[in-house]
Structure formats: C-alpha cells, structure tokens
T-cell receptor
C-alpha cells in the first residue's frame, strides 16, 4: 500500500533542544512539503522540495531546516531558534502537476510537537 | 497577502440539510482548485477538485461550483451527515510562475448536528 508516513505521532521537546520529524513516502512522488497547523491559522508552508537535493523556503521557514537526500524522505528539524514550536506538523507529497490529471497532495497523519 | 480566503471560520447545519462552504481567491492565474477535509489530529484528505475549464464537478454528495468571474468557489454537501463534521480547506494551484504548490485557505469548521 502506497502512502506517506510521519513519525513519531507525538513528540516532546525541552526548550533549547533541536528535534527532527520524520517523513517518508513510497508513492514515487517528486515533490514533498512541510506544513504547520495552529488553531485559527490554517496550514502554513514551512519548506518544500520539488526534486532531490533541492528545497525552498516557504512562508514560515525561520527556525526550521530540511534535507532531501533521497526521493522518499524529507525530514524536518525544528531548531532551538524556533520561538514557538508547539504545533501540529504535516508532511505532504505530490506528483508534478503535468504528470497527473488529478493533481493534489497526499498528506501524512501528522506529528504533534510539544515543548515542555 | 492571503490569496485564498475562507471567510467563515465555522458553519453549523442540521443533519440532512445542505452545507455550503465558500472560498474566494485573488490570483487570477489559479487554474485548479481542491477541497480537503481534516479531522482533528489527522492529516487532510482529498475530497474533490475542479479545473478552471469547468464550472461544476460532482462526486456523490459533494459538488464543487466555480465562478471564475467572481473568483469564487463553493462546496455543497447534500445531504449533510454527522460524519461530515470536520475542518474543510480550500486550495488553489497555478502552473504559472514556476511553482505548482497549493495555496490553502485557513479552513472552515463544519459541524453537522444530529
């Protein structure tokens, strides 16, 4: 079964620590994305990658870093520079739009990060 | 600058009645639109989409209408069921500008009362 897996589902971090959220997909999708959801804020784009070894900042990239060494994997590191990291983080993947008549994102089930 | 707007943060309807969720956009280059449904603590799931060459797309109880001149789309759910209670996100895409990424609205929380 093809899909996108985020782990862990719940994560607790002490202030001042970096933490890495995992995102793996076996859909053979070229593009991958990281979003953050806060109450009343909708989905805000952190980083995205349209191809291996390349990624771009989204709307709220400060305090975050990513890597895209493999097509299947797009881990997100929340650094100590992120002032308000407690949120629900969503990873998504997609084909290139011209490859699909039914273009859209497939989302993972999310990671709830809490700073303690 | 919010390119995709869902002006109603919440909507409450009775079971069996119609739910109408609205979405406005400002970028005239958007040519593909989607609706996603999200339950708490889960990832959004794709619901229905529409290309700008159409003005209506229907899938079972769900219909999306697109009014390009008004830059407005709406999602109709008929009849509404309690299991439809979720947050609905409108999203838009353009092939112009070198980026195909979706732009999301802030979501509308639908509550269907039994």
């Amino acid at each position: 079964d093809g899909g996108i897996t985020q782990s862990p589902k719940y994560l607790f971090r002490k202030e001042g620590q970096n933490v890495t959220l995992s995102c793996e997909q076996n859909l053979n999708h070229d593009a991958m994305y990281w979003y953050r959801q806060d109450p009343g804020q909708g989905l805000r784009l952190i980083y995205y990658s349209q191809i291996v070894n390349d990624f771009q900042k989204g709307d709220i990239a400060e305090g975050y870093s990513v890597s895209r060494e493999k097509k299947e994997s797009f881990p997100l590191t929340v650094t100590s520079a992120q002032k308000n990291p407690t949120a629900f983080y969503l990873c998504a993947s997609s084909t290139q739009r011209e490859d699909s008549l039914n273009y859209g994102y497939t989302f993972g089930s999310g990671t709830r990060l809490t700073v303690v | 600058d919010q390119q995709v707007k869902q002006n109603s943060p919440s909507l409450s309807v009775q079971e069996g009645r119609i739910s109408i969720l609205n979405c406005d956009y400002t970028n005239s280059m958007f040519d593909y639109f989607l609706w996603y449904k999200k339950y708490p603590a889960e990832g959004p799931t794709f619901l229905i989409s529409i290309s700008s060459i159409k003005d209506k797309n229907e899938d079972g109880r769900f219909t999306v209408f697109l009014n390009k001149s008004a830059k407005h789309l709406s999602l109709h759910i008929v009849p509404s069921q309690p299991g439809d209670s979720a947050v609905y996100f409108c999203a838009a895409s353009s092939t112009q500008g070198g980026s195909e990424k979706l732009v999301f609205g802030k979501g509308t929380k639908l509550t269907v009362n039994p």
